[in-house]
């Protein structure tokens, strides 16, 4: 079997597992994971903020497809950047008939992250998607693979068919995927596809088929995979609910502490006999973040862990600046404070937040924001009465979600994740010159596990410092690495 990383860099979206990031971890000669989600509407904003440090033109200019890569160009670069109050040009929202801008924005925003995360150190990137937000995943993939991306991995849903789409699309072949849709029949046509060879400018030989790891949080789920899936899996990332981002929700009947935080149980708890059993490499995630959680693991017979919120604080995450020292200052001081919210996020699922003032998580921040849906990532697809496919978001306008057949229960606490974790990386949209979207910060309940990785008196460290503490104090223990 090829090399398996010890330590995957947790895919950390949005654009927080940038492609600095990933690279910085692949240098290492660990797994460095970019982030998939909402790549078309970051790639656009960074031509619209002037393409500081010309990246992006570095990596269309190695891309296959030269006029694709022009159509883009001149739709959404702005020399010197949009001026500070100005707006961002939206993309348009995706819907289950995506028109062929925005299909060639995803294939070329995966290509471009996955490109520059390969950087020139030789060593395989992988690149993360939500399997929730299902209508960009074929042209995505099919731009991360033409980059040469070396991991595709997926959670929160079950991706049983996204292996056979990248058997598919590793051969230019056309591929299809089902979109859920809320209230469709078996006789209603959900089917999405993609045909490479409409996008072609040229022949290209077949591409590599990356590997493919679910990530889930329960051993059921991972024989299903095994059992179901139309295509090879490559092992497993089982996360527990400590992790940042959306958490699996608990089992059964949903509980809520006296803080409101969901309550989970024994029968949350993942069997990794159950797991070894099926034979397949997995990585344990969720609280893993330190040498004796890895030293750990390694002896459970994982080969390895995934971990998020020690690199999403490091010098080379996509998190802003302002945020990471702010929250990073918390932590130092003792201060830092995670909730797992069963409100915040519009996918239903426990959202982790850290509890940063003049962000979302702070109640005036959020009661000041005007409802408004115009990213549409997180929108549910559902039958409209006249049968046709309608899109819904419990963070839009509440009167709206309401028309469209949703209830009101779900609207309560609704964040417009969109609009925040794009605002979160620095790419916050302006309305009317003055309304500045804010961010949300996710993390994993071990935030002040990070200190662990900042040399003394200093407030930053770097994915590199991650990676040999990690590594290094595994030597020290006399645990034999892989
Ligand atoms: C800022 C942040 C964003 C995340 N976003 C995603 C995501 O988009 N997709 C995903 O599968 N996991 C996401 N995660 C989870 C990580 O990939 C990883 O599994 C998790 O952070 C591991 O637990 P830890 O935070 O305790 O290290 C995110 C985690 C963080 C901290």
Same mark, same amino acid.
């Given at each position: 079997?090829?090399h398996?990383?010890t330590i995957?860099q947790g895919?950390? +979206?949005?654009?927080? !597992? !940038?492609?600095?990031?990933?690279?910085a971890?692949? #240098?290492q000669?660990?797994l460095?994971?970019?982030s998939?989600?909402?790549?078309?509407?970051?790639?656009a904003r960074r031509? #619209?903020?002037?393409?500081?440090?010309?990246?992006?033109?570095?990596?269309?200019d190695?891309?296959?497809?030269p006029?694709?890569?022009?159509?883009?160009?001149?739709?959404?670069?702005?020399p010197g950047?949009?001026?500070?109050n100005?707006?961002?040009? %939206?993309?348009?929202m995706?819907t289950?008939?995506?028109?062929?801008?925005?299909?060639? /924005?995803?294939?070329l925003?995966?290509?471009v992250?996955?490109?520059?995360?390969?950087g020139?150190?030789g060593?395989?990137?992988g690149?993360n998607y939500l399997?929730?937000?299902q209508?960009?995943h074929l042209p995505s993939?099919y731009g991360?693979?033409?980059a040469g991306?070396?991991?595709?991995?997926?959670?929160?849903?079950?991706?049983?068919?996204?292996? *056979?789409?990248?058997? /598919?699309?590793?051969?230019?072949k056309p591929? %299809?995927y089902?979109?859920h849709?809320?209230g469709?029949?078996? !006789?209603?046509?959900t089917?999405m596809?993609?045909?490479?060879?409409?996008?072609?400018e040229?022949e290209?030989?077949p591409l590599?088929?990356?590997?493919f790891?679910?990530?889930?949080?329960?051993?059921?789920?991972?024989a299903?995979m095994?059992?179901?899936? =139309?295509?090879?899996?490559d092992?497993f990332?089982?996360? @527990?609910?400590a992790?940042?981002?959306h =958490?699996?929700?608990?089992r059964?009947?949903?509980?809520?502490?006296?803080a409101?935080e969901?309550? &989970?149980?024994e029968?949350?708890?993942v069997d990794?006999a159950?797991?070894r059993?099926?034979?397949l490499?997995?990585?344990?995630a969720?609280?893993?973040?330190?040498?004796e959680?890895?030293?750990?693991?390694?002896a459970? *017979?994982a080969? *390895?862990v995934?971990v998020?919120?020690?690199?999403a604080?490091?010098?080379?995450?996509?998190?802003?600046e302002?945020?990471?020292?702010?929250?990073l200052t918390?932590?130092?001081?003792?201060d @830092?404070r995670?909730? %797992?919210?069963s409100?915040?996020?519009?996918? +239903?699922f426990?959202?982790?937040?850290?509890?940063?003032e003049?962000?979302?998580?702070? @109640?005036?921040?959020?009661?000041?924001r005007?409802?408004?849906c115009?990213?549409?990532?997180?929108r549910?697809?559902y039958?409209?009465?006249?049968?046709k496919?309608?899109?819904?978001?419990?963070?839009e306008?509440?009167?709206?979600y309401l028309?469209k057949? *949703?209830?009101?229960e779900?609207?309560?606490?609704?964040?417009c994740?969109?609009n925040a974790?794009?605002?979160?990386?620095?790419?916050?949209?302006v309305?009317? @010159?003055r309304?500045?979207?804010?961010?949300?910060?996710?993390?994993?309940d071990?935030?002040?596990?990070? %200190?662990?990785y900042?040399p003394?008196?200093?407030s930053? &460290?770097?994915?590199?410092d991650?990676? =040999?503490?990690?590594? &290094?104090s595994?030597?020290?223990s006399?645990?034999? /690495?892989p």
């Open positions: 079997m090829d398996l990383p995957i895919g950390m +979206g949005a654009g927080v !597992s !940038s492609w600095q990031l990933a690279q971890v692949s #240098q000669g660990q460095g994971v970019v998939g989600t909402a790549l078309d509407q970051i790639f031509l #619209q903020d002037g393409d500081p440090g010309g990246h992006m033109r570095r990596a269309l190695q891309f296959p497809f006029l694709m890569a022009e159509r883009a160009w001149s739709s959404f670069y702005v950047g949009k001026p500070a100005a707006s961002y040009k %939206t993309v348009p995706h289950k008939d995506t028109p062929r801008e925005l299909s060639e /924005l995803c294939i925003a995966n290509f992250e996955v490109f520059l995360a390969r020139s150190h060593n395989p990137v690149i399997e929730k937000i209508i960009p993939l991360a693979m033409l991306v070396g991991y595709v991995l997926m959670g929160a849903g079950v991706p049983l068919k996204i292996p *056979g789409v990248l058997d /598919l699309l590793a051969c230019h591929a %299809t089902a979109l849709v809320t469709a029949e078996e !006789s209603d046509d089917t596809s993609f045909v490479p060879l409409e996008f072609m040229c290209l030989p590599v088929r990356p590997k790891l679910a990530i889930i949080a329960s051993n059921t789920l991972a299903t095994l059992k179901r899936a =139309n295509g090879r899996v092992g990332v089982i996360e @527990g609910p992790a940042g981002g =958490n699996a929700p608990p059964g009947k949903l509980q809520l502490d006296e409101g969901p309550i &989970y149980g029968r949350d708890q990794l159950k797991i059993e099926l034979g490499p997995f990585w344990l969720g609280g893993y973040g330190s040498p959680k890895l030293r750990e693991a390694l459970a *017979g080969t *390895g995934q998020g919120t020690a690199f604080y490091c010098a080379e995450s996509g998190l802003r302002d945020y990471k020292q702010r929250l918390k932590v130092i001081s003792g @830092g995670v909730v %797992t919210s409100l915040a996020s519009p996918t +239903g426990p959202f982790k937040v850290a509890q940063l003049g962000t979302l998580s702070d @109640g005036d921040v959020y009661s000041a005007a409802r408004i115009d990213l549409g990532y997180l549910e697809a039958k409209r009465p006249d049968g496919i309608g899109y819904r978001c419990p963070g306008p509440v009167s709206v028309s057949g *949703g209830k009101e779900n609207t309560v606490g609704r964040t994740l969109c974790l794009v605002a979160t990386i620095g790419h916050p949209q309305r009317c @010159g309304h500045v979207e804010k961010g949300i910060v996710t993390s994993g071990d935030l002040h596990g990070i %200190t662990r900042l003394q008196g200093e930053t &460290y770097h994915a590199a991650v990676v =040999n503490e990690l590594l &290094y595994q030597v020290q006399e645990v034999c /690495l």
